[in-house]
């Protein structure tokens, strides 16, 4: 569990310590809570508000923090930022497991659309993905962090791509980086959709949308 879900199932108040325990380990409990309390509140200001609008008042005023208080956990926005990309990268292996773990490649995928696209997600960077990429084309820096990210999504992924390749679900004459990169596009694009019309109801679509996918990609039939 990222940082950024962990807040979203704790307690605002600090961490109570139990009887006997170690006073130091209640403490370091204690500061975890404190981080994820403000990551949580830095990605509800950066969802709603945007990179750019999102004031580290503002953050202080979501997490319900003083300035002085937000300011010994991170003390600038960007390392605020630099955090929320390691949640992502969580998130990521998350969303990554649920397609190394199903029966099929098919069925993984159907899975995977689900939990990007559904209005309930718990995964943050459905939500916040396409804020990130669009202050990564901006910020130098954001991309440096962003991309070995970016890397090791694309590698996991590869690795599901060569396995569903051998079980016969891909055909064998399409290319996996150039199969990776598009699906990568495509899972970009329809959370950036998602957001900016939710209206095409793509939560509802999901099914169809990796059943097309499937037909896209599966071995052509003899003879054809």
């Known amino acids: 569990m990222s940082e950024i879900d962990a807040a979203r199932h704790t307690p605002d108040g600090p961490a109570a310590e139990a009887p006997g325990r170690d006073s130091t380990?209640?403490?370091?409990?204690?500061r975890a809570e404190q981080r994820r309390r403000i990551i949580a509140a830095a990605v509800t200001c950066f969802i709603r508000d945007g990179f750019h609008g999102s004031s580290m008042q503002k953050i202080c005023a979501e997490a319900g923090m003083s300035p002085g208080a937000l300011y010994r956990y991170f003390p600038s926005k960007e390392s605020l930022i630099g955090a929320i990309v390691e949640g992502e990268r969580a998130d990521r292996a998350r969303v990554l497991d649920v397609l190394q773990g199903a029966r099929s490649f098919a069925e993984g995928l159907a899975e995977v659309m689900e939990m990007l696209l559904s209005d309930t997600s718990q995964i943050a960077c459905a939500a916040l993905g396409p804020e990130v990429m669009a202050e990564a084309i901006r910020n130098e820096k954001l991309r440096d962090a962003l991309e070995p990210v970016e890397q090791e999504t694309r590698d996991l992924l590869m690795r599901t791509l060569h396995t569903a390749r051998a079980n016969g679900e891909i055909d064998p004459a399409l290319d996996l980086d150039t199969l990776n990169m598009l699906l990568n596009a495509i899972g970009d694009g329809l959370m950036l959709h998602n957001?900016?019309?939710?209206?095409?109801?793509?939560?509802?679509?999901s099914g169809e949308i990796s059943g097309m996918i499937r037909r896209m990609i599966r071995p052509a039939p003899d003879g054809a």
């Open 195 to 205: 957001l900016l019309h939710p209206e095409w109801d793509l939560s509802g679509r």
């Open 25 to 30: 380990a209640a403490q370091q409990d204690h």
